[in-house]
Every structure is written in C-alpha cells, then in structure tokens.
C-alpha cells in the first residue's frame, strides 16, 4: 500500500501564480487533512474534510481553496500565490467518524514561491 | 484552543544515551501521537498513544491524561535517531467542532557518533 501520495513533490511558483497540490489516499480513510510547516514550527492545519462532500477551515486557512474530489483525493489550490505561503505542505487521512484513530501523513510538498 | 508545549526544544546526545522527551498540553484530548521527522522531512508515526504506555523496539511512550503529559522514551540512542520529534493533540471528533491535530514546536534531538 502506498498510504498517502502527495503530488508534486517540489515546487517554484512567481507571486502570483496558481497552482493545485494533489493528495490521495488507498486506506479508504474517511478524514483528509492539509497542514504547512514553516521553519521551525510544528504542522498547522489549513483545511479538513471529514467526510467525502464535506470541507471545513481549519487554522490557517486565508489563501487557499480545497476540493474532497472523492473519498480519496482531496486537492488543495493556491489561486495567487503569495511569498507569505512558502512552505511545506502536508496532506494526511485517518479513519475517524467510526472512532478516533491516528493519522496517516503523506511525504509533503515543498513550494517555494518567489 | 488547545496549547501543546515540547520540552526541551534541542537535546544533543552522544550516541548510547537514553533521553526523555516530554509534551504538556492544555485540555483533555481523545488522540494524542508521537512522530519523527528525519532529515528528509519525512513524517513517521511513532505511537498512537491517547493514554497508557506502549513500546516499540528502543522506544517506549507513556500518556498520562489525567495530568495531561505525555513522555517518549529512547533508549541506547543511534544516530539514526536525530531529527525533529514533534507531539499533536486534538480534542476528538466531536461531530460539529473544529477537527486537525494542533502540533507542539517539537523536540530537535542530534545524537553525535
């Protein structure tokens, strides 16, 4: 099983520019998340979706669009990116909604924009 | 909101050395895990550990929740060891309320040959 996939890898965007991060899941997990690390810090959440259909904000959530395409892709997209939202994005799954269960977290996507 | 708090923010070790690692954090929490994050930035779950104490190899964790801490344990450490080990907490899934793991700043651990 490959868990969480998280398409591209690395990334450079020019302020202003759009771009969608892709994630998918095959643990036919029912929650999907995206968080940014910045230098020095732990995760922060950006947006979630607890249910295919559903997507709600999370912390940090100013900048960004997201899409539950399926159960298992959930799409994050920049429409003009800023230098402020050069990071490392993660996106991860759990199983939640039956019981709370861990996390999963993909390799991360690391966007710098100019 | 839930305030999670890492100590202490760098440990160097030399190789061999036991450390203990340790999460405070605000509030009563239904999920609280342990991960890795090696040089490569890869995230690896260590323990799914809302309460109790659990082990895996040189590593061990023990939640207490009724005091809201958590410790991971390393024992004889190797210097595969070294990177960033961060704890995350969340309140559960609640069915209406904000969902997501809220992240401490993490523990950043060099184990020198």
């Known amino acids: 099983n490959a868990g969480v996939t998280q398409t591209p890898k690395f990334q450079v965007l020019k302020t202003g520019q759009s771009m969608t991060l892709q994630c998918a899941q095959d643990?036919?997990?029912?929650?999907m998340y995206w968080y940014r690390q910045d230098p020095g810090m732990g995760l922060r959440l950006i947006y979630y979706?607890?249910?295919?259909?559903?997507?709600d904000k999370g912390e940090v959530p100013n900048g960004y669009n997201v899409s539950r395409l399926n159960k298992r892709e959930f799409s994050l997209r920049l429409e003009s990116a800023a230098p402020s939202q050069t990071s490392v994005y993660f996106c991860?799954?759990?199983?939640?909604?039956?019981?709370?269960?861990?996390?999963?977290f993909g390799d991360g996507t690391r966007l710098s924009i100019l | 909101g839930i305030q999670v708090e890492q100590s202490p923010p760098d440990l160097i070790l030399q190789e061999g050395a036991n450390s203990t690692l340790r999460c405070n954090f605000s509030?009563?929490?239904?999920?609280l895990q342990w991960f890795h994050q090696n040089p490569w930035g890869q995230l690896i779950n260590l323990f799914y550990?809302?309460?109790g104490t659990k082990q895996n190899g040189r590593l061990s964790a023990t939640t207490v929740a009724t005091e809201r801490y958590s410790l991971l344990y390393i024992s004889s450490s190797q210097t595969t060891d070294s990177g960033v080990y961060f704890c995350?907490?969340?309140?559960?899934?609640?069915?209406?309320?904000?969902?997501?793991?809220?992240f401490g700043k993490g523990t950043h651990l060099i184990i020198q040959p």
């Open positions: 979706s607890a249910s295919e259909g559903t997507t």
């Open positions: 509030d009563s929490v239904n999920n």
């Open positions: 991860a799954s759990s199983a939640r909604r039956i019981s709370n269960q861990p996390q999963h």
């Open positions: 643990m036919n997990h029912n929650s």
């Open positions: 995350a907490v969340d309140y559960g899934w609640t069915g209406g309320g904000a969902d997501g793991l809220t």
């Open positions: 550990i809302p309460s």
